[in-house]
C-alpha cells in the first residue's frame, strides 16, 4: 500500500456518506449540535452555501445567512460527529467556486437563481 | 533508559473524538525493528540495544552489513540505531527479536526525533525569529537585517571580533530534532501504525525514532499522574 492509501485507509472510517451532494449556492441547513453546560442541543443553521474548502475528512464548508440585515457565516467541519445532518432547501445556480460577492450585495441582487442546469446529473446521485 | 523503535514518517490527517474536538495528528509507520546487536558491558563498555530497520536491497547493502545483520537472523537493514539501557533491561532483550508498535501499548507520551526539512540559506528574521529593523522612520533596503551585531566594548573582550555564537544568517533545518511529550492517540497494530497528536520533524518518507517521553512537561505530567487520557 503506498502512503496516502494508508493515510486514507485511516480516515475512510471517519468519512461520511450520508450527507447529500452540496454545490456551491444551494440554500442548505446544518443541523449541528452544540453543549451548553452538561446539556446538548442541535442547532439548525439555514443558509447559502458559499465556500467549500479540502477534501476527505478536511472538509469545511462556509454557509452564510443574514440575521437582521447583519450577514453571518459559520465554516463547518463536513465530517465531525457534531454535524448530525445536513438538509438540502433549495437548489441554486451558481458560475463561481467561492460567492464572496454576496457579502458586498444588498437586496435584489444578492439573490441567487434557481438551478435549472445539470438537475438531471444531482437527480442520479 | 527509554524504550525507542524507528519508523517512517507517513503524514498528517486529522481525526475527531466522539465529542467532535478535531485532533491534527501525524501518522508513523512504527517497525518492525529486529535486535541486531546486543552492547554489553563486558565487551563494548557500555550497555544498549541496536535496533535495524527497514529493508535494504542486499544489491545496495555492503558485505559487512548484511553479515552483521545475518547474525541477528534477519536480512540486511537500511537503518540501524542504539538505544542504551541498564544491565537488567538488557536482559530482556534477546538477538534477532522483533519489535513492533505493540510495545509502545500502555505509553501515552512519546519523543520523536528526525532531521527537520532543510530551508537553505535564511535570514535571520526566519531562522532566529529576529524582529528586523522598523517599516518606516527612514529605514532603507535594510527591513529584514539584523542590525548592530556588536558594539565598541559590549560582548567583546579585548581585542576586536565577535563573540562566539553570535545568531546570524546562514543554513537553517537539515539537523536532527526531537520533540517532547507528544501525546499517543491511537495504536493501529493490524498495519503497525502509531499516531500522534500534532506535527513532527522532517518530511514524509522519513526516518522517525520514536521513544518513551524521558522529561514531560508538567502539564502533561500531571495528567499522567491523574491517570486521565
Do not use: W
Not at chain 1, 437582521?68 to 433549495?90: H, I, L, Y
Amino acid at each position: 500500500m503506498g502512503i496516502q492509501q494508508i493515510i486514507e485507509s485511516l480516515n475512510a472510517e471517519l468519512l461520511r456518506t450520508d450527507l447529500p451532494v452540496l454545490s456551491i449556492g444551494d440554500t442548505i441547513s446544518v443541523h449541528n449540535k452544540i453543549v451548553e453546560g452538561d446539556k446538548e442541543r442541535t442547532q439548525v443553521f439555514t443558509g447559502v452555501l458559499i465556500s467549500h474548502a479540502g477534501r476527505g475528512v478536511t472538509e469545511m464548508i462556509t454557509v452564510r445567512k443574514l440575521v437582521d440585515e447583519v450577514g453571518v457565516e459559520r465554516t463547518f467541519p463536513v465530517c465531525s460527529p457534531r454535524v448530525e445532518k445536513v438538509e438540502v432547501v433549495r437548489r441554486g445556480d451558481s458560475r463561481r467556486a467561492k460567492l464572496y460577492y454576496l457579502r458586498e450585495r444588498k437586496g435584489k441582487s444578492r439573490r441567487i437563481r434557481d438551478r435549472r442546469r445539470g438537475l438531471k446529473h444531482v437527480a442520479k446521485a | 533508559m527509554p524504550f525507542t523503535l524507528l519508523g517512517t514518517k507517513l503524514g498528517m490527517t486529522r481525526v475527531y473524538t466522539p465529542k467532535g474536538v478535531s485532533v491534527p495528528v501525524t501518522v508513523i509507520q512504527l517497525g518492525p525493528c529486529v535486535v541486531t546487536q546486543l552492547r554489553t558491558m563486558e565487551k563494548d563498555g557500555y550497555t544498549a540495544v541496536q535496533l535495524g530497520f527497514g529493508e535494504a536491497k542486499p544489491s545496495r547493502s555492503t558485505i559487512p552489513v548484511m553479515v552483521h545483520d545475518s547474525k541477528a537472523g534477519t536480512t540486511p537493514k537500511r537503518y540501524h540505531r542504539e538505544f542504551r539501557c541498564t544491565a537488567e533491561e538488557l536482559a530482556k532483550f534477546t538477538l534477532g527479536q522483533t519489535l513492533t508498535v505493540k510495545d509502545f501499548e500502555g505509553t501515552m507520551f512519546v519523543d520523536v526525533t528526525g532531521t527537520s526539512k532543510g530551508k537553505g540559506f535564511q535570514g535571520v528574521m526566519k531562522r532566529h525569529n529576529f524582529k528586523g529593523v522598523c517599516a518606516s522612520h527612514g529605514t532603507e533596503r535594510k527591513h529584514r537585517s539584523p542590525g548592530s551585531i556588536g558594539g565598541l566594548c559590549s560582548n567583546r573582550g579585548f581585542g576586536g571580533g565577535l563573540k562566539k555564537g553570535k545568531r546570524m544568517a546562514g543554513h537553517m533545518g537539515d539537523e536532527r530534532v526531537t520533540i517532547r511529550s507528544l501525546d499517543i492517540v491511537r495504536i493501529d497494530e493490524g498495519k503497525g501504525l502509531l499516531l500522534v497528536k500534532g506535527p513532527v520533524p522532517g518530511g514524509a518518507r522519513q526516518m522517525v525514532m520514536v521513544r518513551t517521553s524521558t522529561r514531560l512537561y508538567k502539564s502533561k505530567a500531571k495528567r499522567l499522574a491523574g491517570g486521565k487520557k
